[in-house]
């Protein structure tokens, strides 16, 4: 943005709503736009628990359980996951870059775990963990710790790319073995995904198209072959190419069929918060992969516009920031990052709306489940930390004041300390050359 443009933003009087939203999406400074990006992700999981509360609310009474149950979980995993953003946000490059590995062998290490005894079984798929009275689901951090690895590999070997074996090797083995992992333990939707992470720090990172090309009609196949040998699944995928036959209304399509009904009898602006009747057993897992259904009936099409608007919103302040970085690292994995939010995303509410097969994938910040929430909001944080603009660091020195009435002066750097970052910079780029 040049100087006029900023002068003209500047100049323009106060706005309200989606005006506001619009000036602080002109203005490409991280000083707008890093507070924009929190502002929505905290909006999105502030949804997510309303949405949550009203979804369970009923199978949870009907279960002789506490209405409120799962709606304090969310809530408590929700802060933790917030925490946690504000952390990372606040951490150095280097430090979110020294973390590829440890978390990658902790990723692995927790998904064996899942077939230990300490391993469970939800709705047929064995990907959870239980220790200690709270459970967990490993694959749903695997994602971010593949990210962060993957990203520190393909900047270590930016000079090498050309050759495809240093373009595949270590990425396609570990990203294999987890997607092999995960996909022992029946659950196909999150393997999808973790292809299409992996598939993204592949491109982000400047693999070669031709070798992208293979690696994804290798993960096109693998998920055709994984489809194939589950009876689930074909039934799930034949019942949505039949969707709306009178034989499957009690069938495999049972559950998209009624979250369609819910859609659709939410009209424009929806029959009122908490006042869904397709969440009265209706419809299965509720509040989980399908709440968007009940999104959908209860605020209407006005609901379901703003949730997609807050992800849009999301998606341009982040490649916006996005923009301004210059390290590669820190390209990959903010790029990384919000492709699996926003991807993940698209997919749950193209299941919902009957665009695809159920395949068991959750809504971001909005579905309920402690591990996925508190993985997408570390991913943010992640986001927050490699986008920081150079020269601000997570302590800043205090500023002081000249003198009355003159403004506010930090204090001076090192001319020392600038040559020698200089120097360092110099150096690592010409060794990606």
């Excluded at 990006?37 to 369970?56: K, P, Q």
């Excluded at 199978?59 to 149950?69: I, T």
């Excluded at 293979?214 to 993960?219: F, N, Q, T, Y």
């Excluded at 997408?376 to 500023?399: D, F, K, M, N, Q």
Aim: charged share 15%.
């Amino acid at each position: 943005m040049n100087t006029g443009q900023k002068q003209r933003v500047a100049g323009r009087p106060a706005r309200r709503g989606l005006g506001k939203v619009a000036v602080w999406l002109v203005d490409d400074s991280p000083g707008r736009l890093r507070p924009l990006i929190m502002a929505v992700v905290l909006t999105l999981s502030a949804i997510g628990l309303v949405e949550v509360a009203s979804a369970s609310s009923v199978e949870s009474v009907a279960a002789g359980n506490n209405p409120y149950d799962l709606p304090l979980k969310q809530a408590m995993w929700t802060v933790a996951g917030v925490v946690i953003m504000l952390v990372l946000a606040r951490m150095p490059v280097r430090r979110i870059r020294w973390l590829g590995w440890p978390l990658l062998i902790g990723s692995l290490v927790a998904l064996v775990l899942v077939f230990t005894p300490l391993g469970m079984s939800v709705n047929g798929n064995r990907n959870w963990l239980s220790v200690g009275g709270f459970t967990a689901q490993p694959s749903e951090f695997a994602k971010l710790s593949l990210i962060v690895w993957a990203a520190a590999i393909l900047d270590r070997k930016q000079a090498l790319l050309g050759q495809w074996k240093h373009a595949v090797i270590p990425l396609a083995p570990a990203g294999g073995l987890i997607m092999l992992i995960v996909a022992l333990g029946h659950d196909l939707g999150t393997t999808m995904i973790i292809m299409m992470i992996l598939a993204a720090t592949m491109f982000y990172g400047g693999v070669r198209m031709k070798v992208f090309s293979v690696a994804g009609l290798v993960c096109a196949v693998a998920a055709l072959l994984l489809a194939a040998t589950s009876g689930n699944r074909m039934g799930r995928i034949s019942s949505w190419l039949g969707m709306g036959s009178d034989e499957d209304a009690q069938g495999m399509g049972y559950q998209a069929q009624h979250g369609a009904y819910a859609l659709a009898s939410g009209g424009w602006f929806g029959v009122g918060l908490g006042q869904s009747r397709q969440k009265w057993n209706w419809i299965p897992e509720a509040h989980n992969d399908f709440i968007f259904s009940i999104l959908g009936e209860e605020l209407g099409l006005a609901g379901t516009l703003l949730v997609l608007g807050l992800f849009a919103i999301l998606a341009i302040a982040v490649f916006k920031t996005i923009a301004r970085t210059t390290d590669t690292f820190s390209r990959i994995v903010a790029c990384s990052v919000i492709t699996w939010i926003l991807g993940q995303a698209v997919i749950n509410i193209a299941m919902v709306s009957g665009l695809l097969p159920v395949i068991g994938v959750p809504l971001p910040f909005i579905s309920y489940g402690g591990s996925a929430m508190v993985s997408s909001l570390a991913g943010i944080g992640v986001i927050l930390a490699v986008t920081r603009p150079e020269g601000v660091h997570p302590h800043p020195t205090r500023s002081r004041r000249a003198g009355p009435g003159r403004p506010v002066s930090a204090r001076p750097v090192s001319t020392r300390a600038v040559s020698g970052r200089g120097v360092k910079q110099a150096r690592e780029h010409a060794y990606q050359r």
